[in-house]
Each structure stands twice: as C-alpha cells, then as structure tokens.
C-alpha cells in the first residue's frame, strides 16, 4: 500500500478536485481594498495532499504570494465574484468540491474609478452581500462532494454545524481564529474540527502540511462511505 | 569619490534617517480589514538605499513580506495608529523623515470582538480620518527634513505639489498608480516625479532600487542645499 501511494496511486486517484484557497480581496476604490486574513496556506497544503493522493487538481486561488504546488492547475482570481464565475465555470466536471478560501461576504456596492481623496469628514461604506460560492455548488443538480471551511471567532461546533446543514455540505471543517490564538490564518500549525451529518472527527493540532493530508485521507473515507465503496471495510466483514 | 561610497562614506553619512514603508491595515472585525496595494518594496529599496549612502536607518514598517535590508532596524506595525505612535517616539531624534508608507486614512470607527456574521442584508461601515503621520512630522517645532510620498490616479503635479505645500514638507515624491499601469504599488519599476518649493525634478521609469538610489541622492543634495553645505559646488566657484 505504501508503493502503491508513492507510485501516486493514492485514496483520491482519478478523482476530479476542485479548491478554493486564499483570501479575496474588494475594491473600495483603485488603491484600497477590503480583505482578509487568510494567508492560503492551508488550501495550498489541501491542493498539494489531494495531488499527492492521486487525484487532478484546479486550484482556485485568490491572492497570495505562495508557489503553486506540483502536478496542480491553478487559476488565480482576486474579488469574490471573479471566484465564483471561476468555480461555476469548472464545478459541473468535478467531483469533489474543497472550499478552503476565506471568501469575502460582502463588497463594497459602488467603487469609484479615482483614489477617494482624504478629508476630515467621515466617509460612510456601504457593503452588499457577495454570491455564496459554496451554497450555489452544494445546489447543483449534479454536486461534486462539497467540503466547506469554516473559521470562527467563537462557538465552533454550534456555527459550523449551523452552516453545514444549512448550505447542504457534505462535510465542514472548522478552526477557530483570532483573539491571539497560535492557530488559523498566520499561523503555521492549525487544528481542525471536522463535521457531517451524523459524525464529526476532531483532527488535532499539527503543521497545516500534515494536517492537509489528515483531512485528505478523511474526505476520501468519507466520500467513499457515501458511494458505499469503502475500501477499507475488511472483505469479509 | 567612488572608493568613498563603497566605503560607506556616503552622501548621507552620519544622518539618522526615519522610513515609513508599507501598507497599513485597519480591522473591521477580527478577521476582515481594510488594506491598500502597497508592496513596500518602495520604501525597502529606499531603506536600502540610505543605508547604502552611510546613514543609519530605522524603517517602520507595515504588513508585507519583504526581507528587511542590510544594516537597517525594522519595527513592524500594522495599523494606521500603531505606526503614528513608532514614528513620533522616534521623530524627534532623525535628522531626515520619508514617509513612503501607504498609511490608511481611514479606519473603521467601532470594531466589534467577534467576526460580523454573514447575513443577507447591506452593512453599513462608518470611516473616521487617522491620523495625518506626515503633518505631524513636519510640524514638529524642530523637524527633520521631511519627505513624502503621493500615489495619485490622476492630476499627479497638481495633486502632489498641493499636498506638499498644504503639510508643509520639503519635498514630495510622486506617482501614478492604478488604471492598468505598469508602475507603482505591484510593480518591481516605478517612476516618480519629485517636487519642492520651487524646484521640480522627473526621475524616470526605472527598477525601484535604482530609483531609491537616485531619490536618495537627490535627498541628500537638497538637504545639504538647505544647510548651505553643498559639497557638488566647485570650491572656487
């Protein structure tokens, strides 16, 4: 089995994935912009795993000044709406759908086209709600197997069980994020909770690299547990 | 001469020189922020520069990935306030002040705890002004020679020159930016078109470390102007 995965021919071979990853950024004007803390990191590691277990990769990614990974197509995008017209274009041929990427929830409803000249006086923005990526691929007549992320800044399992039901998902992982904590968006190391309907496994602390492919692995389990082609439920059990 | 540049022996020798760079970032909540396209690689190359020219360099710096120069001492900020604060306990002790950061300002005026959940309805931010990093430098009873920076996307001279006189500064380096163009905040070339009282000086499209050195130069050449103490003129002139 440790050939077989070394020879490429791992959990996900011949599966068609697709990944989300990264921050997106909206414009408030041509130099300023809305955006978010997500480095990429941990759907770059996803994109890299899910290659590594076998699987053809299009990695979706917003910006981020990280290298491509081995073996994976990326397609590189920066507003919310750029990423779902690029998703929506590839979502039908795929099988499994990751959405790692800190998507931006609103944009700003009217960008000017010159720099908005400082003044004393406050400047009130009005944001506007963005497509939802995830939900409109979990409700596609044909959906590949919708894995969503979710960070949250409190009650985990409570939001991120919320969010996965309500958005049809197959699976969510959640990790929680900001007040100091040394896992999440900059961090190197992260922690995952991850959730479906009826189950949930918690994948523990470690380098976002490890973890990738503890998530990998798990996805791959799952999945094949829905097609009911668990290969590793022992032949004659 | 040239041995006494590579000695370190430069224009700026013995100068204590101050360098904003950066972008700065305003949180809107603990994930979100507000942030511009700055690299900072501008101000880097100029930290690099002035060093180079034998002056002694802090460089405050806001978020970006770039290696801090040789010989240079770095202090990390990341928002608008926060670099306000590492520049004024410093001001007053440098003798030449250049404000290449992208300094926000704007920040959000009330930021909550906890992540601004996703809801279908618009959102409405309030912005108040930052503070104004550059005026209160250059308003400083005994201030150094002050330095700014202008990203404009249209109206360069204009804009620049009345920014300059309105803060008082003895100089301005000016740039355009956005529209597609090739140069300014993600572009490794740049071109500045630098204005004081009275004088006007076009450095032309170059890489930003070449650019750095002649707008360091240029720096020294008028600061030593100012003091009456222009080495360039010939002695018996």
Known sequence: EIV???AGDGPLRGERVLITAGPTREAIDPVRFIGNRSSGRMGFAVAAAAARAGAKVVLVAGPCSLATPGGVERVDVESAREMHEAVMQRAGDCDIFIATAAVADYRVDRVPEQKIKKSDQPVALTLVPNPDILQAVAGLPRAPFTVGFAAETERLAEYAEAKRARK??????????GGGRDTGFDSADNALEVFWAGGHRSLPRAPKIQLAEALVALIAERRHGNDQTTDSRPASG
């Open 168 to 177: 049809g998902l197959d699976m969510i992982a959640a990790n929680l994020v």
């Open 4 to 6: 077989a995965l070394l």
